[in-house]
């Protein structure tokens, strides 16, 4: 099969700012159908009630919508932002039906929370105390979700979290395209301000165990993400300037880079090598190039995203694969072979190479699960592909351990973390207040 290229097809430019004015706001509202069985709230993973908040825009009670969402997903600020609204709830509006644009969800949703998540207006508190505690392991959405409910309920809560800025891939893995960093941290000041303390730079398995923490809190959830993109195997890999496409987007949000002059070559087909080549773009990198083994349509990236990659100039080559790291040091190029689909199986054309001139190579072919560290907890059993395995509350097989996130899903969206998080923590609620938790084997 012959390889691909996609040409951009318009100039670069960044996308629209995240929020809306008063009144942009108030005349994208004033398009919705207000749906009585309204598809776009069965489309969101945390049955955000979209036409009631957005009725509250319409007649100017903006903490009313802003509780309506929140109240359902804890982190909507950050949701607004980086979810693929345009699959999810917004793909499902019923205005696409009727051939028109659907409605702007995701920055209606931005609108409504920002004074509350960002600025300074208090809807939430620390309940009651219950005299309970709970640790949670990961500040990432799904350990933020599950603390911040927790805490809104009444429990103690402490995150253990190995970074040493909390947030998890909120905060150093989304492309600051969809999201900046300062914006990300700030959330999680607003679900610190809710009593949840945050230990950073405590790598639990190595600075304490998960029994350390089953000592000393009455519960335990596990919320921890994915691991880095393990090595490709690639002769050549160690030179200077092949990297983690995630720890390229993890500096390009700490400020670390100067893009200016490289030629920058990303390797995979999914949401993260279209962030990574995206944001390459944006950063003022000299060519952006996107290398997939397969087509366009077998790519694992939402389209939207892909057509963005294409509107800011990244080039996609297609029906390649690569086969070793050229350069001497420094990485010059990668020397990939074609590929073509025979018998319905994806096999290579041995000595049909090219090579794709770069400066940096970036792997995003997937991320690691954290199996090491899974299978150290006691009684807490995974799956053949490593993930947790949960029963519908989220709790393990050792009763006093629930878990969430992507170390059970495997890798969603941040939403479907924040969902685990929020079901997780009403689960242990009900535990930790039952008649007879005294005698829970907990």
């Given at each position: 099969m012959t390889s691909t290229i996609h040409r951009p097809v318009s100039a670069p430019g960044l996308e629209p700012s995240a929020t809306m004015s008063r009144d942009e706001a108030l005349v994208e509202a004033h398009r919705c159908l207000m749906c009585w069985d309204a598809p776009c709230i069965r489309a969101c993973p945390t049955d955000i009630n979209v036409p009631k908040f957005i009725k509250m825009i319409t007649t100017g009670d903006l903490v009313g919508s802003a509780r309506t969402i929140l109240d359902a997903n804890i982190l909507g600020g950050s949701c607004a932002r980086v979810c693929p609204t345009e699959v999810l709830c917004a793909g499902a509006c019923v205005l696409n039906d009727l051939h028109e644009r659907p409605i702007d969800i995701g920055r209606l949703q931005a609108f409504s929370t920002d004074d509350v998540v960002f600025g300074d207006v208090d809807l939430y508190h620390a309940g009651e105390a219950s005299g309970r505690s709970v640790g949670i392991v990961g500040a990432g959405p799904a350990g933020l979700s599950c603390g911040a409910e927790l805490a809104i309920l009444g429990h103690d809560v402490v995150i253990y979290d190995a970074a040493d800025e909390p947030g998890g891939l909120n905060t150093h893995g989304v492309a600051n395209y969809k999201m900046d960093k300062p914006t990300a941290l700030l959330e999680v000041e607003f679900?610190?301000?809710?009593?949840?303390?945050?230990?950073?730079?405590?790598?639990?398995?190595?600075?304490?165990?998960?029994?350390?923490?089953?000592?000393?809190?009455?519960?335990?959830?596990?919320?921890?993400?994915?691991?880095?993109?393990?090595?490709?195997?690639?002769?050549?890999?160690?030179?200077?300037?092949?990297?983690?496409?995630?720890?390229?987007?993890?500096?390009?949000?700490?400020?670390?880079?100067?893009?200016?002059?490289?030629?920058?070559?990303?390797?995979?087909?999914?949401?993260?090598?279209?962030?990574?080549?995206?944001?390459?773009?944006?950063?003022?990198?000299?060519?952006?190039?996107?290398?997939?083994?397969?087509?366009?349509?077998?790519?694992?990236?939402?389209?939207?995203?892909?057509?963005?990659?294409?509107?800011?100039?990244?080039?996609?080559?297609?029906?390649?694969?690569?086969?070793?790291?050229?350069?001497?040091?420094?990485?010059?190029?990668?020397?990939?072979?074609?590929?073509?689909?025979?018998?319905?199986?994806?096999?290579?054309?041995?000595?049909?190479?090219?090579?794709?001139?770069?400066?940096?190579?970036?792997?995003?072919?997937?991320?690691?699960?954290?199996?090491?560290?899974?299978?150290?907890?006691?009684?807490?059993?995974?799956?053949?592909?490593?993930?947790?395995?949960?029963?519908?509350?989220?709790?393990?097989?050792?009763?006093?351990?629930?878990?969430?996130?992507?170390?059970?899903?495997?890798?969603?969206?941040?939403?479907?973390?924040?969902?685990?998080?929020?079901?997780?923590?009403?689960?242990?609620?009900?535990?930790?207040?039952?008649?007879?938790?005294?005698?829970?084997?907990?």
């Open positions: 679900i610190k301000r809710l009593g949840v303390e945050i230990r950073s730079n405590i790598a639990v398995g190595t600075d304490v165990t998960v029994d350390d923490l089953l000592s000393t809190h009455d519960a335990v959830f596990v919320g921890v993400g994915l691991g880095p993109v393990p090595a490709l195997g690639l002769e050549g890999e160690g030179r200077m300037g092949s990297a983690d496409a995630l720890e390229f987007i993890a500096d390009i949000r700490s400020g670390g880079l100067d893009l200016s002059g490289e030629r920058i070559v990303v390797i995979g087909g999914g949401n993260t090598a279209i962030d990574a080549v995206t944001q390459a773009a944006m950063s003022g990198a000299q060519r952006v190039t996107l290398v997939y083994r397969r087509g366009r349509d077998a790519m694992g990236a939402y389209p939207h995203d892909i057509e963005r990659a294409l509107n800011v100039g990244v080039e996609f080559i297609h029906w390649m694969t690569p086969v070793r790291i050229v350069g001497d040091g420094a990485v010059t190029a990668l020397a990939c072979e074609r590929t073509e689909m025979f018998d319905g199986r994806l096999v290579t054309t041995e000595g049909d190479e090219i090579e794709i001139p770069a400066t940096m190579i970036l792997r995003a072919t997937g991320q690691a699960k954290r199996t090491s560290f899974l299978g150290t907890l006691d009684g807490v059993t995974t799956d053949e592909a490593g993930r947790v395995v949960v029963d519908g509350d989220f709790r393990t097989e050792n009763p006093g351990i629930w878990a969430g996130g992507d170390c059970v899903n495997g890798g969603m969206e941040v939403v479907n973390a924040v969902a685990h998080g929020k079901a997780a923590a009403a689960s242990i609620d009900r535990v930790l207040r039952s008649v007879d938790a005294e005698s829970e084997d907990i």
